[in-house]
């Protein structure tokens, strides 16, 4: 995890060479207070979304992220309507 790095006081980045394939960055809305909470495999379910087709600008979590199925909980992304994907982990399976 030490390319993960703070880019000011409410956000870190997760690098686009932390996962081969990654089109954009990760960003994790974070203080420092709470990052020491943020779950390891929640940190790779952002870095797996940045890695999706059509993605735009950046895979994107709030401080509240956790481990879920594909995105992370709390896990946001926007992909371009002509390249990108629609996934349903994106907006919950449970939502129906």
């Keep these: 995890m030490s390319e993960i790095k703070r880019i000011d006081d409410n956000k870190i980045e997760i690098p686009t060479g932390f996962k081969e394939g990654m089109q954009a960055p990760g960003i994790i809305f974070v203080d420092r207070e709470l990052e020491s909470l943020l779950e390891s495999q929640a940190i790779e379910q952002v ?3 940045a890695t999706l087709p059509g993605i735009v600008k ?5 401080p509240d992220i956790h481990t879920g199925y594909g995105f ?8 371009d309507a002509g390249t990108g994907i629609i996934s349903p982990g994106g907006v919950g399976y449970d939502i129906n």
């Design 72 to 79: 992370s909980i709390g896990g946001v992304a926007a992909f």
């Design 47 to 49: 870095a797996n979304v």
């Design 58 to 62: 950046a895979s994107l979590a709030m």
